[in-house]
């Protein structure tokens, strides 16, 4: 139980805006949202993470809804190298446990 | 590059046998999570220890164990394996232990059993 669900793939052109969603209905108060990239053969890597307000980083922009039910990240202007597979996980407060699910791939065509 | 480190990159191993992958954290990080990632089961949290003492267990076989070292280095033991244990296995460290902290990810160990 992943308790995110994702699409299971987006494209996006080079330089455009892409806006990855993520539902995550079940989140309890407490519960922060993450999200994480893998690059093909790598590791993941953390991209952003945000409890009730939305987030800025270098990277992106984490966009959570009033409700907390859903979230958005939103990648301003993709490149090449931001295609990977993204992951949505609820940081479970009461046992830390980080459920990555099957995560969206992100195709960005040139 | 992470700075967290895995060995080996590789592993070929036998059915019944025992293998052990280590990790050793970024510098200063006190937390260490180790995933299974299998292409039928996507990336799974295994088992998480935070200076020494296990803090969160979650899909972990019971042939399967792990520690975390005085020098924070962790070690997965994988034993009586199966052909579905063949998988990349990340080792992540992160400086605390809350549900907010960013996690670093190793490059990982390719399991393959024969």
């Known amino acids: 139980d992943a308790k995110t669900t994702q699409p299971n793939s987006m494209e996006s052109n080079e330089e455009e805006p892409v806006h990855l969603p993520c539902n995550h209905s079940t989140i309890s108060g407490t519960d922060y949202i993450h999200w994480y990239r893998q690059l093909p053969s790598q590791g993941p890597e953390y991209v952003i993470h945000?409890?009730?307000s939305n987030v800025n980083n270098r990277m992106a922009s984490l966009a959570i809804a009033e409700d907390r039910k859903s979230s958005t990240l939103i990648l301003h202007r993709a490149t090449l190298r931001d295609a990977a597979v993204y992951y949505c996980i609820r940081g479970d407060y009461n046992n830390n446990d980080m459920r990555f699910g099957a995560g969206t791939r992100l195709t960005v065509k040139p | 590059d992470s700075g967290v480190t895995q060995t080996p990159k590789h592993l070929i191993t036998a059915t019944g046998q025992r293998v052990t992958l280590r990790c050793s954290p970024r510098s200063g990080d006190l937390s260490v999570y180790w995933y299974q990632q299998s292409l039928d089961q996507g990336l799974q949290f295994l088992i998480q220890y935070y200076n020494g003492e296990e803090r969160a267990k979650g899909n972990i076989l019971e042939r399967f164990s792990a520690q975390q070292f005085p020098d924070l280095h962790s070690e997965l033991n994988l034993s009586s394996l199966e052909l579905g244990d063949s998988a990349l296995y990340f080792c992540?460290?992160?400086?605390?232990?809350?549900?907010?902290?960013?996690?670093?990810f190793g490059p990982g160990t390719r399991l393959t059993v024969l």
């Open positions: 992540a460290s992160s400086a605390g232990t809350g549900p907010w902290d960013e996690q670093f």
């Open positions: 945000g409890l009730t």
